[in-house]
């Protein structure tokens, strides 16, 4: 971004080059030397008098603006109705956390309630807390709780409000620079207003650090990250709490300085058991839908689809008697699922420009009004851009959404029969795409044709997963399979829902690519199962590939390890993660009474007599293995 400035100053006001080059040597030596030094290069910050005083001035005024700068944070976008988002307090159901390092025996459960309470045996919070989850897991709106839980006034049990200040940026955007330039960006009009520099103030203030989605990180993110750490190694009134997805957490460790203590866990998202409180919290609309027995992902999200559809329907017909809404949006859909799955196979939340086109064009082509649409399906935020003139950009309204309209794309190449009208489909965007960019009319027909000849050698293969997905990935499929674990998962249902003759080729072949890249653990083979209704097919596949030497069951994958235990012949250990109320898992004494028959090493955790023991005991639950006590251990 310097460079650019400077070369627009170089053009408006004629500067040489050489001029140009030695302001841009003067301005990243000034830039390096912010970064290289540490908070005793502000002054000596206990001899200047009156800082304490100034410190709780930026404190009082700080939190005043962060009031403002977070307004908007504190929202869940409602993927139902986006003109009317959610307060994350009105929705929020307490995730799973599980302890991987810190003071804790590991797999311990961690309440939100003591995310920002837990102690090490000086008595002392841990510096960093890292939450790793898979997309969808909820991280977002872990930390819009936490930014929301910060701002809240006068409450005794609030942990947060041990900070003096709460800074944020979102991971997945960029732009992180500097903590300098990050507390001077959010803090603009209190910093202007008071004169001061926060950052001579540090010593004075406890500040909490929170960067959301981790996942893209780049020389940028690098220098932001061992600037803070480099602070926190000699002060510890900054705190830091990172999320991000598992595969990057080993990245992380190979930064942290071994000074700065780790409080590491895992995020499961909300327990199988409390979906449903969630959804009826989220909105009550869903009723229409039967929420009660609400409880899959791929449910979830198709049912979410529908009602977004219905909405649109009725708004349609309200407006013109004369468009037949129903197949017009069908349409519109599987053009709607193709750019999630082009999008999502870049690794974008955003939509792309190319595909922002087809979908619009799509709307021309259907007779449907292009911004009821947009604003159904995507986050609209408007933007100025470089040349001035107002600009869009749209974003999926959640990653799980995305994931599963991808999942839709799929499934649908694979039930696609006729092959002149995939090529006229997939030929029509690409032409729009071509008299988008101005590309003369002979090259375009040449590019149309040969990508005609070349799909229908490709469509004449039989339809398969792997080479759906290798054609986004130009063959290379092996370094990019790692992603796509969730839309595997909902492509799974959705063909044991629609395509029952799918599922003897399909689902094997699904496993199969699981198994063969190791991408999966006993819990997410579980919820394979638990997602596709327990299909007899799908148990019998995902039993010859589960692991026999380890399993881990919670809550809501009891019935799906219950089926599989009565099958197998031995599993060596197993670990049960039991947080709901025994007496409401009818599943759990299945489980354990197969177990008593097995010469299988057992850790069982019951958390909820633990919590609430005016509620009872847990004791016939361990009596249900004593019968055969000499084999099970």
């Known amino acids: 971004m310097t460079n650019v400035l400077i070369k627009k100053a170089k053009q408006k006001y004629g ?37 304490e005083r100034k410190a709780q001035i930026l404190s009082k005024e700080g939190k005043a603006e962060l009031k403002k700068v977070f307004k908007d944070k504190i929202y869940v976008t409602n993927i139902v109705n986006s003109g009317s988002n959610a307060l994350v307090d009105d929705i929020f159901i307490e995730p799973e956390l599980l302890l991987v390092r810190g003071h804790y025996s590991d797999g311990m459960k961690l309440n939100y309630e003591n ?67 990050l507390m001077e960006v959010t803090l603009r009009n209190t910093c202007a207003k008071t004169q001061i520099d926060p950052m001579v103030h540090l010593s004075f203030l406890k500040i909490l650090i929170i960067i959301d989605g981790l996942d893209e990180i780049d020389n940028s993110v690098v220098m932001f990250l061992k600037d803070i750490f480099k602070l926190m190694s000699i002060s510890s009134s900054i705190h830091i709490l990172i999320t991000t997805r598992p595969e990057k957490t080993k990245f992380l460790y190979g930064i942290i300085p071994g000074t700065i203590e780790i409080c590491h866990l895992q995020l499961h998202g909300i327990s199988l058991d409390r979906r449903t409180e969630f959804i009826l919290k989220y909105s009550s609309t869903l009723m229409t839908f039967g929420v009660e ?47 999630s799955l082009s999008d999502f196979s870049r690794g974008q939340i955003c939509v792309s420009e ?40 749209y974003e999926y309204l959640h990653r799980g959404l995305q994931e599963f309209l991808a999942a839709s794309a799929i499934h649908d190449c694979l039930k696609q029969s006729n092959k002149k009208k995939l090529i006229r489909n997939v030929k029509s965007d690409v032409r729009r795409a071509l008299e988008t960019h101005n590309v003369p009319v002979s090259v375009s027909g040449e590019i149309l044709e040969s990508l005609s000849k070349m799909m229908r050698e490709k469509i004449d293969r039989n339809p398969s997963v792997v080479n759906i997905l290798k054609d986004l990935h130009n063959e290379d499929l092996k370094c990019h399979i790692g992603k796509y674990q969730n839309i595997l998962a909902h492509l799974s249902c959705l063909i044991v829902r629609g395509d029952p003759d799918m599922i003897d080729s399909i689902i094997a072949e699904v496993v199969n690519l ?38 881990v069951v919670r809550d809501g994958h009891l019935k799906a390890a219950s089926l599989i235990l009565q099958k197998i012949d031995q599993v060596d250990s197993i670990e049960m993660h039991i947080s709901g109320d025994p007496q409401k898992l009818p599943e759990l004494m299945d489980v354990l009474q197969t177990l008593s028959d097995k010469n299988t090493l057992m850790r069982l955790i019951l958390i909820h007599h633990w919590r609430y023991p005016e509620q009872g005991s847990s004791d016939k639950y361990i009596k249900a293995v004593v019968p055969h006590q000499m084999t099970t251990r």
């Not at 013109?320 to 519109?332: C, D, R």
């Not at 979908?359 to 649409?373: F, G, R, S, Y």
């Not at 890249?517 to 007899?536: A, G």
Request: hydrophobic share 35%.
């Open 15 to 51: 500067i040489s080059d050489s001029d140009c080059n030695k302001i841009l040597v003067e301005i990243n030596n000034a830039l390096d030397s912010i970064l290289k030094s540490d908070l005793k290069a502000y002054g000596k910050l206990s001899d200047e008098p009156g800082l």
């Open 115 to 181: 995310l920002f309470n837990c102690r090490n045996r000086q008595e002392e919070m841990p510096l960093f807390l890292l939450i790793e989850g898979p997309p969808g897991s909820g991280k977002s709106t872990l930390t819009k709780k936490i930014i929301s839980d910060f701002l809240k006034e006068n409450e005794g049990k609030n942990a947060l409000q041990q900070y003096h200040l709460l800074f944020f940026e979102n991971g997945r955007t960029g732009g992180i620079h500097s903590l300098k330039s």
């Open 293 to 339: 027995t609400l409880k899959s992902s791929t449910r979830l999200y198709n049912e979410t689809v529908n009602m977004i559809l219905a909405k649109l329907a009725d708004r349609l017909c309200a407006e013109s008697q004369t468009i037949s809404s129903n197949k017009f949006l069908g349409e519109f859909m599987k053009v709607l699922c193709r750019a």
């Open 354 to 393: 190319e595909n922002i086109m087809n979908i619009k064009a799509a709307c021309d082509q259907l007779h449907l009004p292009t911004d009821d649409v947009l604003h159904s399906f995507f986050k609209v935020t408007e933007n100025i851009g470089s040349n001035g003139y107002q600009d869009f950009k």
């Open 514 to 551: 699981l198994k063969d890249h190791k991408l999966y653990s006993s819990e997410e083979w579980l919820n394979i199962v638990e997602e596709s209704d327990f299909n007899c097919l799908v148990l019998s596949e995902i039993m010859k590939i589960i692991p026999r030497n380890h399993l």
